[in-house]
């Protein structure tokens, strides 16, 4: 059997993580995100996040 390669996603892997950025928004929190796949796009959804380069 052939082994398929699956493509990365570009949204975060957790599925709550957008609903958790969101709560942590509503409450004024100072978020940093590291996630090297799916900066760009959560960067247009959420530009006001800090995006850190490494952890």
């Known amino acids: 059997m052939a082994s398929r390669s699956r493509p ?16 942590l928004q509503a409450t004024d929190a100072d978020v940093v995100a590291y ?3 799916a900066v760009e796009n959560m960067a247009k959804r959420f530009p006001e996040i800090a995006y850190a ?3």
């Open 8 to 23: 990365r996603p570009t949204t975060p892997r957790t599925p709550g993580a957008i609903s958790l950025l969101e709560a």
């Open 35 to 37: 996630d090297p796949i």
């Open 53 to 55: 380069n490494s952890w």
